[in-house]
């Protein structure tokens, strides 16, 4: 069976803008008047632009940014207590919030986070999962859902796998927020930058990362993933496969051919 086709020709999508341009789709969060609050329709959304960059070798790296002072502040409250939501988007279901996470980590591409305000709680989703978060200073970050009787399940498989166990705990069981500073210090951003320079740094480095040979950026993000569920001695032997598997690839030879000819790699 044929793996379907999917096409962003035609479809309207509601609570999220999409751009393509030089091979990097930027995701652009766009629900300013609800703090750019997931609800079914945005998750959706997501992930479909999310299954479509995966799909597209022109797709090289993948922005997420939002409208408005507020990056996300998390799931929408109203969709989660099962109000009913009219909507004018056209773009098929594929997965809903909770598979938000599954296809930034499985999506092998760069990820780059462009964090230009507060984020909370569910928002954690896209800043744990991506490969790469850049934020303004002065903005603060927190899961607060203790303070609601809840407790931030999805976001912990991610934020234990990027900060201190330790100051991971106490920023979900406090629910307190966190400066830029203390997010770069625990690896949950990786880097803060004047809010001023925040575009054109994030900018910067999807061009660079879009330069890069896609073919062989994808084989390593997926070994990476794979081998972080595996044991060191488990872990050494499947990466030892993958070196002798992408010496084989179009990219690889490519990479070397330029390499031996002092040229520049064309790796359309």
Avoid at 144 to 172: C, H, N, S, T, Y
């Amino acid at each position: 069976m044929t793996e379907e086709k999917l096409s962003l020709e035609g479809l309207v999508f509601e609570a999220i803008k999409l751009e393509i341009k030089n091979h990097i789709l930027t995701i652009t969060l766009n629900r300013p008047e609800r703090k750019n609050a997931i609800n079914t329709v945005m998750a959706a959304e997501i992930i479909y632009a999310l299954d479509y960059a995966k799909q597209e070798r022109d797709v090289r790296v993948v922005v997420l940014a939002a409208k408005g002072d507020v990056f996300c502040a998390g799931g929408d409250l109203a969709a989660m207590s099962g109000q009913a939501q009219e909507t004018t988007s056209t773009v098929p279901v594929r997965g809903g919030q909770d598979e938000i996470s599954l296809r930034l980590r499985h999506l092998n591409k760069p990820s780059i986070a462009c964090v230009q305000g507060n984020l909370y709680a569910g928002g954690l989703l896209f800043l744990c999962n991506v490969t790469h978060a850049i934020a303004a200073e002065g903005v603060k970050f927190s899961a607060p859902e203790i303070k609601r009787g809840l407790w931030p399940f999805m976001v912990m498989g991610g934020l234990f796998r990027v900060m201190p166990q330790r100051a991971a705990l106490d920023f979900v069981m406090r629910g307190n927020s966190i400066t830029t500073s203390q997010a770069e210090k625990w690896g949950l951003i990786n880097e803060a930058v004047a809010p001023e320079s925040l575009q054109d740094h994030v900018a910067s480095l999807a061009t660079e990362l879009a330069s890069l040979a896609p073919g062989s950026m994808s084989m390593g993000l997926a070994a990476y993933v794979k081998q972080d569920a595996m044991d060191f001695d488990t872990a050494l032997p499947y990466l030892r496969t993958q070196i002798e598997a992408i010496v084989q690839t179009p990219d690889a030879i490519e990479g070397i051919t330029a390499f031996f000819e002092k040229r520049e790699p064309n790796w359309d």
